[in-house]
């Protein structure tokens, strides 16, 4: 009995011991916002459709280049991920999405492993996790899109040229690596690959003296490594369509980048982002303001650098949609744990004294205890490859402000500093009683997706009423086990639990259940899962998904005349008045319409 009692706590402490390890606490987080649904599940149109659609006339017909008849506008490697996964688990709306939410969990590690670098792993670690609740970026990992597997390849290329500085012994392997990343990454996304890779270009030429990657042949021997599948798939598109096939590719790129085809104007990412990454991206510019004072070296065109160029390319770039600005996120995570952390630090603190509110970021900054010359309130922390800029006088100064009062304006300024928790704490439970009252009253609708939206206002007010609360029971109440950590968690958590009730509604993944509940209707099923239905003239923006759920397609035609009698069609609701040829109407569907021909 003895031996029973001492092992429990023995296996209790062994889980809690695994539970902190960084790995296995990001994917505690992560995966059940990755898999809460409602149990049901429906493709969204337009651009997760013709994924997952294209990907299965690949699955369907065998035909792994180009199924479709004609010389393709996209690289091949989203369809081939998707395909592949088709093969493994079937054709399902899981199946597609799978490759994006594997994508999502490994992006989530390397963006870890990047942090621990850059700005220490305490920070990483929030990145990390801040990173996984922003709202696009979340639904982008539950999509069937390219997205999220070239943003893995962009930060693995990232990982890799770091790595590669710090570990001189291993840099021709990590620079092959770098440059494959790059490669594979045109195979996924086409040229959008260009935009990263230019952005990286501050750091590679700037810091060149340092780590002469540019000068490496093992980087442009992986680089042309990865670009072997794609320079395969054109020399055999070639074999097919001749010269259409470098001209499609080009062309779409060079329409892409010619005209503004949503009416999306230069202003456009200022207001989106800030919308879909609520409330991270005001804390990412708070990081970035800590960041631009008290640099980083060696990395600092990595954090702050590559996001700027980066924003600028995407703000220039004429064709301006939400998912372009996905490759920002992880670095808007990263810049608000700097300022998340920066702000814990004043939280922590008890009395007003700059010099012991050392952030973990800030202490990035410091090489040894000597970086003051008293050395007071300066922890010993240098991570491989973090040496300090040399004005260590200039630096030191803006740790500290007038003990006298003298200057007025640094005083003002370390009073805002001061109370900016506080500040924020209360304005964020203002707006957490605004949700909580706009969804009280908002519940009377009887539309059901007014009433879903509201569930979700509701429970993320309530949950930011708890960080002005955390704040009070600290500062007011002498509550001191409540650290900065408490505080990070009532930013966090609300947040989680809001995402997680979504797709625990369907939100996130069943996008259409009128269509979906249509083909699993029993007198649809049983005529669609037994004979071929063809498309007469179907080629709208929603027409993707009934390719994609009618599970025998047909051939597509321009006339009802072009089918045989008794065969099964689809058809415009609009097209009745202009069809000649005799035909019943099995069903409709939105603005379209099952119908059989008549002899």
Same mark, same amino acid.
């Given at each position: 009995m003895?031996?029973?009692?001492?092992?429990f706590?023995?296996?209790?402490?062994?889980i809690?011991l695994?539970v902190?390890?960084?790995y296995?606490?990001?994917l505690?987080?992560?995966?059940?916002l990755?898999?809460?649904?409602?149990?049901?599940s429906?493709?969204?149109?337009?651009?997760?459709?013709?994924y997952?659609g294209?990907?299965?006339?690949m699955?369907d017909?065998?035909d792994w280049?180009?199924?479709?008849?004609?010389?393709?506008?996209k690289?091949p490697?989203?369809y081939?991920?998707?395909?592949t996964?088709?093969n493994l688990?079937?054709?399902?709306?899981?199946?597609?999405r799978?490759?994006?939410?594997?994508?999502?969990i490994?992006?989530?590690?390397?963006?870890?492993?990047?942090?621990?670098?850059?700005v220490?792993k305490?920070?990483?670690?929030?990145?990390?996790?801040?990173?996984?609740?922003?709202?696009?970026?979340l639904?982008?990992?539950?999509?069937?899109?390219?997205?999220?597997?070239?943003?893995l390849?962009?930060?693995?290329?990232i990982?890799?040229l770091?790595?590669?500085?710090?570990n001189?012994?291993?840099?021709?392997f990590l620079?092959?690596?770098?440059?494959?990343c790059f490669?594979?990454?045109f195979?996924?996304?086409?040229f959008?690959?260009l935009?990263?890779m230019v952005?990286?270009?501050p750091?590679?030429?700037?810091?060149?003296?340092?780590?002469h990657h540019?000068a490496?042949?093992?980087?442009?021997?992986?680089?042309?490594?990865?670009?072997?599948?794609?320079?395969?798939?054109?020399?055999?598109?070639w074999?097919?369509?001749g010269y259409?096939?470098?001209g499609?590719?080009?062309?779409?790129?060079?329409?892409l980048?010619?005209?503004?085809?949503?009416?999306?104007?230069?202003?456009?990412?200022l207001?989106?982002?800030?919308?879909?990454?609520?409330?991270?991206?005001?804390?990412?510019?708070?990081?970035?303001?800590?960041?631009?004072?008290?640099?980083?070296?060696n990395?600092q065109?990595?954090l702050?650098?590559?996001?700027?160029?980066?924003?600028?390319?995407l703000s220039?770039?004429?064709?301006?949609?939400s998912?372009?600005?996905?490759?920002?996120y992880?670095?808007i995570?990263?810049?608000a744990?700097?300022g998340l952390?920066?702000l814990?630090?004043?939280?922590?603190?008890?009395?007003i004294?700059?010099?012991?509110?050392?952030?973990?970021?800030?202490?990035l900054?410091?090489?040894?205890?000597d970086?003051?010359?008293?050395?007071e309130?300066?922890?010993?922390?240098?991570?491989?490859?973090?040496r300090?800029?040399?004005?260590?006088?200039?630096?030191?100064q803006?740790?500290a402000?007038s003990p006298?009062?003298?200057n007025?304006?640094?005083?003002?300024?370390?009073?805002?500093?001061n109370?900016?928790p506080r500040?924020?704490?209360y304005?964020?439970?203002?707006?957490g009683?605004?949700?909580i009252?706009?969804?009280?009253?908002?519940?009377?609708?009887?539309d059901?997706?007014?009433?879903?939206?509201t569930?979700?206002?509701?429970?993320l007010?309530?949950g930011?009423?708890?960080?002005p609360?955390?704040?009070?029971?600290?500062?007011?109440?002498?509550?001191?086990?409540?650290t900065e950590?408490?505080?990070f968690? #009532?930013? /966090?958590?609300?947040?989680?639990l809001? !995402? @997680? $009730?979504a797709?625990?509604?369907? &939100?996130l993944?069943?996008?259409n259940?009128?269509?979906?509940?249509?083909?699993?209707?029993?007198?649809?099923a049983?005529i669609?899962?037994?004979?071929?239905?063809?498309?007469?003239?179907v080629?709208?923006?929603?027409?993707?998904l009934?390719?994609?759920?009618?599970?025998?397609p047909?051939?597509e035609?321009?006339?009802?005349?072009?089918?045989?009698?008794f065969s099964?069609?689809?058809?415009?609701?609009q097209?009745n #008045?202009? /069809?000649?040829?005799?035909y019943?109407? !099995? @069903? $409709?569907l939105?603005e379209?319409? &099952?119908?059989?021909?008549l002899?």
């Amino acid at each position: 009995m003895s031996y029973k009692i001492r092992l429990f706590p023995s296996i209790g402490r062994q889980i809690y011991l695994l539970v902190r390890l960084p790995y296995i606490s990001l994917l505690i987080w992560l995966l059940p916002l990755l898999i809460c649904n409602s149990g049901q599940s429906s493709l969204m149109a337009h651009d997760e459709g013709y994924y997952a659609g294209r990907a299965r006339q690949m699955f369907d017909s065998g035909d792994w280049i180009a199924p479709w008849g004609t010389a393709h506008h996209k690289t091949p490697g989203p369809y081939w991920l998707i395909a592949t996964a088709y093969n493994l688990f079937g054709v399902s709306e899981f199946s597609a999405r799978f490759p994006s939410a594997i994508a999502s969990i490994l992006a989530l590690f390397i963006l870890y492993e990047i942090g621990k670098i850059i700005v220490g792993k305490k920070v990483a670690w929030l990145a990390a996790t801040i990173l996984s609740v922003e709202f696009l970026w979340l639904q982008s990992s539950r999509l069937a899109a390219p997205d999220i597997p070239m943003i893995l390849l962009v930060l693995l290329a990232i990982l890799s040229l770091l790595k590669a500085e710090l570990n001189p012994k291993y840099s021709d392997f990590l620079l092959f690596i770098a440059g494959l990343c790059f490669g594979l990454g045109f195979l996924t996304r086409s040229f959008m690959i260009l935009l990263p890779m230019v952005a990286l270009l501050p750091y590679l030429i700037k810091e060149h003296h340092r780590h002469h990657h540019l000068a490496n042949p093992r980087l442009y021997l992986g680089l042309v490594v990865g670009l072997i599948p794609v320079l395969a798939w054109l020399w055999l598109s070639w074999s097919r369509y001749g010269y259409e096939s470098f001209g499609q590719l080009l062309g779409f790129v060079v329409e892409l980048g010619s005209e503004d085809r949503n009416h999306n104007g230069i202003l456009f990412y200022l207001w989106n982002i800030p919308l879909k990454s609520f409330p991270w991206l005001f804390f990412a510019i708070l990081g970035l303001i800590v960041a631009l004072r008290r640099p980083i070296a060696n990395y600092q065109l990595i954090l702050v650098g590559f996001p700027l160029v980066l924003f600028t390319e995407l703000s220039i770039f004429s064709t301006r949609l939400s998912h372009y600005a996905l490759g920002l996120y992880p670095f808007i995570a990263l810049l608000a744990a700097v300022g998340l952390d920066w702000l814990g630090k004043i939280y922590q603190s008890t009395q007003i004294d700059a010099m012991n509110r050392v952030s973990t970021s800030e202490k990035l900054l410091i090489k040894n205890n000597d970086f003051l010359e008293d050395g007071e309130g300066i922890t010993k922390i240098q991570p491989r490859g973090v040496r300090l800029l040399p004005d260590k006088r200039k630096i030191a100064q803006s740790f500290a402000f007038s003990p006298d009062g003298g200057n007025k304006l640094f005083s003002w300024m370390r009073k805002a500093e001061n109370n900016m928790p506080r500040n924020l704490s209360y304005a964020i439970g203002i707006l957490g009683i605004l949700l909580i009252a706009v969804s009280i009253f908002a519940l009377v609708s009887q539309d059901a997706y007014i009433r879903d939206r509201t569930n979700l206002g509701f429970i993320l007010g309530l949950g930011w009423l708890i960080v002005p609360v955390v704040w009070i029971a600290r500062h007011r109440f002498g509550q001191k086990f409540l650290t900065e950590n408490y505080w990070f968690a #009532s930013w /966090l958590i609300p947040c989680w639990l809001t !995402l @997680a $009730t979504a797709g625990s509604l369907g &939100l996130l993944s069943d996008y259409n259940p009128t269509l979906k509940a249509f083909f699993q209707e029993p007198a649809i099923a049983s005529i669609l899962q037994t004979h071929p239905v063809s498309f007469v003239q179907v080629y709208d923006k929603n027409s993707v998904l009934l390719h994609f759920y009618t599970p025998i397609p047909g051939q597509e035609v321009d006339s009802i005349s072009q089918l045989p009698a008794f065969s099964y069609a689809w058809i415009y609701k609009q097209q009745n #008045s202009q /069809l000649s040829t005799s035909y019943r109407i !099995l @069903a $409709t569907l939105q603005e379209y319409q &099952l119908i059989q021909v008549l002899p």
